[in-house]
């Protein structure tokens, strides 16, 4: 049950609607978070302009790009194991050129491309404007790198695509970067500073998707608490900006409303939530606005006030715990998830308990949940050994996972009985007669079709429950929520 996010999008190749006068194929893969799979489409839609369709067949690529993820070592190694398949393919396919983009790109850079020559581009998660000249030159024969982590990019001028898109939801990014520096993290070095997104390009992007018949979007950050618009520029400058730039600042509680308010009839939820940077004023906007949904995603990573400091997570238990109580209180059905990192270096048995017995008073409604990996170049990579054997970080991880299944059964079994609005977003994996959707409070729903239709809000009587799914029947349209 270990999760990244849905597993069964990852690597699968994404595509678009084919613009006639289009003759080049792209092919793009991606893997790891929503980030990426959002980047993706700012990529497919900067190439669309370049003359580039998309393909889902690999054989009919002229350009093959792969959007990496270096969160964990498995994530680096599934990459480099289509890197390979890709290469195999080229021997066939002399012109057909390979591109690493991404969370890699930084990191592997010199590897790829002058060691193991296994790329013709390496762009990072910065540089995808650049695309067309790099894609010129490796036209020209060159191999083509551009990595330069930027202060202010955002793409808040790109119209992304929509890949594989069910129509429905949709990602909307609002923050690049994290200044967090969690010591096991890899994401600063990778993606860079913080910056935040023009509020207004982010409502004109929903306003957008609204008409284009999306109906739910999901703001997107590594720590979209952290958001700050002040005029453009890293977060951390923020102290240095005049006066007026304060007094005009818009921060997330601030941004969520304006989405909110531009599009009533839009569910709007977020991703992700940091304990550290999450403000009362974020939940109390959540309560105010009908169509936020009522659910956070809320990593904590370990139960120990001990590790949490070793992993420089800025809170201790009793701060996250408090939280949960005033979320709790504020929003007394909040759906609430977790990403816990078992075996962080010097972590003993007792700090694994302290995981255990944190689980046991929030009942996540589900979770994320990773063994440690060591990150070259990270804090932890550096001043502390990995030093929990494999085995040991193995048994601990099935020892949340297993209590995590308990409480997502504990969670969903209080959904029984109860009616409850559900976005239909297409068909059930399972079942052809079947819609699969989602609560407000993120739980996935699957029901009989009978003569509702993808988009819709319907409400659902819930019948039966699995540690995952809700079962139930339709029992009527969803009053509007406009
Ligand atoms: N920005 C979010 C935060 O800090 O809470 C999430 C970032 S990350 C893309 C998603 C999750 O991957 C993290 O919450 C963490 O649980 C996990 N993760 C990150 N680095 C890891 C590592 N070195 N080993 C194992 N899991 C890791």
Not at 5 to 30: C, F, H, T, W
Not at 77 to 106: D, I, Q, S, W, Y
Not at 167 to 193: E, K, L, Q, W, Y
């Amino acid at each position: 049950m270990e999760k990244v996010i849905d597993e069964s999008v990852q690597g699968s190749p994404l595509m678009i609607s084919a613009d006639q006068k289009n003759k080049r194929k792209l092919y793009i893969e991606s893997y790891g978070c929503q980030m990426n799979f959002s980047d993706s489409e700012i990529v497919a839609s900067i190439l669309a302009n370049e003359g580039f369709n998309t393909t889902s067949e690999l054989e009919d690529a002229d350009l093959v790009l792969v959007n990496t993820c270096s969160i964990r070592e498995k994530a680096e190694t599934t990459v480099r194991r289509r890197l390979e398949k890709f290469n195999a393919v080229k021997k066939h396919r002399p012109h057909m050129k390979v591109g690493v983009l991404g969370c890699m790109a930084e990191r592997l850079k010199s590897q790829l491309l002058e060691e193991e020559k296994i790329v013709d581009m390496v762009v990072g998660p910065d540089a995808y404007k650049d695309l067309p000249n790099l894609v010129r030159e490796v036209d020209e024969g060159r191999n083509a790198v551009n990595v330069i982590l930027s202060k202010e990019e955002t793409y808040g001028d790109i119209a992304p695509v929509r890949l594989n898109s069910n129509g429905v939801t949709a990602f909307v990014s609002i923050t690049r970067g994290c200044d967090n520096m969690c010591t096991f993290c890899v994401v600063p070095f990778t993606r860079g500073r913080e910056r935040s997104r023009n509020p207004q390009s982010v409502v004109q992007e929903v306003n957008e998707l609204w008409e284009q018949g999306y109906r739910e979007v999901t703001l997107l950050g590594q720590n979209v608490d952290s958001y700050l618009w002040y005029g453009g520029g890293l977060k951390k400058d923020f102290e240095k900006a005049s006066d007026i730039q304060k007094a005009t600042a818009v921060d997330f509680a601030g941004l969520l409303a304006m989405v909110a308010e531009a599009q009533p009839g839009m569910r709007i939820r977020f991703s992700t939530s940091n304990p550290q940077d999450m403000t009362l004023d974020v939940v109390r906007t959540m309560a105010r606005y009908k169509n936020i949904c009522n659910y956070i995603h809320l990593p904590v990573q370990s139960g120990s006030n001990r590790i949490l400091k070793a992993m420089n997570r800025l809170h201790t238990r009793e701060e996250y715990m408090q939280l949960i109580d005033d979320i709790r209180q504020i929003i007394p059905d909040c759906g609430i998830s977790q990403d816990m990192i078992a075996g962080f270096p010097g972590e003993t048995e007792e700090d694994h308990r302290e995981t255990l017995s944190l689980m046991e008073y929030v009942k996540y409604d589900f979770g994320f949940m990773f063994a440690y990996s060591e990150r070259p170049g990270t804090l932890a990579a550096r001043k502390l050994e990995d030093d929990i054997p494999d085995q040991v970080k193995k048994r601990r991880l099935q020892e949340i996972i297993a209590l995590q299944q308990k409480h997502s059964l504990y969670r969903t079994s209080q959904h029984l009985g109860k009616t409850e609005e559900v976005l239909i977003e297409g068909p059930s994996r399972k079942s052809d007669e079947h819609w699969m959707g989602r609560t407000s409070s993120n739980t996935v729903v699957v029901f009989p079709k009978e003569h509702y239709e993808v988009g819709q809000f319907v409400m659902v009587r819930i019948d039966d429950c699995t540690s995952a799914t809700l079962l139930g029947e339709a029992v009527g349209h969803a009053e509007n929520m406009e």
